[in-house]
């Protein structure tokens, strides 16, 4: 998807790309197209479309005019070809980007957290897997879930209060702590009904270095 987006922007925002010879070049020879409307338009579409049409016969019509004649009805022409891809581009602007990935341990993908005589041992736990399910728009929504396809944790990314925040529930229930870049700092913000607790050290399913908190909802 970012790669169409960079394509139709670069098309569209060409030097070599003259928009008002295009438009003045179809306005010319407007009489040499097939100028047809599909049946299945409503009837004030196709009253429309041929108002426009005669408009054109008569080179009367207006450059929005001409643009909107297009997209009822795009002919084969550089300047209709400029359009749609001009509408491409804000549909895609607008769509969120999906993407899924597994994913396991750093130490085991990178082979880096005990030694090669030793890589086969990782403790059982560290070799779980995970499905990540990633949506990208004006929010970001990040959703985990273990191999059995349970969620695990899941966060929301957005601009909230003028001010990048995220927000992470667990096992795919309600949100359990909020996080705002402000104070020169991160806010954390559990919600009312979570508790918090000291981590036990030594957890063999927690990361623990003796400052660790547990926000259990």
Not at 12 to 19: E, G, H, N, T
Not at 71 to 94: G, I, R
Not at 98 to 110: F, H, L, P, R, T
């Amino acid at each position: 998807m970012a790669q169409l987006e960079t394509y139709f922007s670069s098309l569209i925002k060409s030097k070599f790309i003259d928009v008002e010879y295009m438009v003045d070049d179809i306005l010319d020879v407007f009489e040499t197209f097939s100028w047809a409307c599909s049946d299945s338009l409503p009837d004030n579409v196709q009253d429309r479309f041929k108002k426009l049409v005669a408009k054109g016969n008569a080179f009367e019509l207006s450059n929005d005019e001409l643009i909107e004649l297009l997209e009822v009805c795009p002919v084969d022409h550089p300047y209709s070809d400029y359009l749609q891809a001009k509408k491409l581009l804000e549909v895609s602007e607008d769509a969120n980007i999906e993407a899924e990935k597994e994913m396991i341990g750093w130490e085991v993908m990178e082979n880096s957290y005990i030694s090669k005589e030793e890589q086969t041992n990782y403790p059982e736990h560290y070799q779980k897997r995970y499905h990540a399910q990633v949506t990208v728009g004006n929010q970001i929504s990040i959703d985990i879930k273990d191999e059995q396809n349970e969620p695990s944790i899941g966060m929301m990314i957005e601009i909230s209060c003028g001010t990048p925040a995220i927000h992470i529930d667990l096992d795919g229930g309600d949100n359990v702590i909020h996080i705002h870049k402000a104070c020169d700092g991160l806010v954390v913000t559990p919600e009312t009904d979570v508790t918090i607790e000291e981590c036990e050290p030594g957890s063999s399913d927690n990361y623990t270095d003796g400052r660790s908190k547990v926000f259990k909802p």
